[in-house]
């Protein structure tokens, strides 16, 4: 599957920003779809994971303000990210297991091209 990220861009911390990731197909049944980020000289991190019709999962630094969502009409997964901090400037990946769920472990075997965020403080 081919994934397209869009919505990033530069805000001050505090803002808030919706980064979307655009399927090539339909992404309702996947087993997993994914946002991570990576800094240079850093490995990247994974931000946020959806299981399958809707279980979630966030990394530490970004519950609570973070939230993932897909609309499987349009097959576009979201990102919305509200009180940015400078802390998550980085640059930001779609990546999707499109196995048919359930299919255990993800194993994310497409990426997008990313898309950068820049908080200043």
């Known amino acids: 599957v081919q994934l397209v990220e869009s919505g990033g861009g530069s805000v001050q911390a505090g803002g808030s920003l919706r980064l979307s990731c655009a399927a090539s197909?339909?992404?309702?049944?996947?087993?997993?779809m994914g946002w991570f980020r990576q800094i240079p000289g850093k490995e990247r991190e994974r931000v946020a994971t959806m299981y399958g019709p809707g279980t979630t999962t966030y990394t530490d630094s970004v519950k609570g303000r973070f939230t993932i969502s897909k609309d499987n009409t349009n097959n576009i997964l979201y990102l919305q990210m509200n009180s940015l901090k400078p802390e998550d400037t980085a640059m930001y990946y779609c990546?999707?297991?499109?196995?048919?769920?359930?299919?255990?472990?993800?194993?994310?075997?497409?990426w997008g091209q990313g898309t950068q965020v820049t908080v200043s403080s």
């Open positions: 197909r339909y992404i309702g049944r996947m087993n997993c």
């Open positions: 990546a999707a297991d499109s196995r048919d769920w359930p299919y255990g472990q993800c194993r994310y075997n497409d």
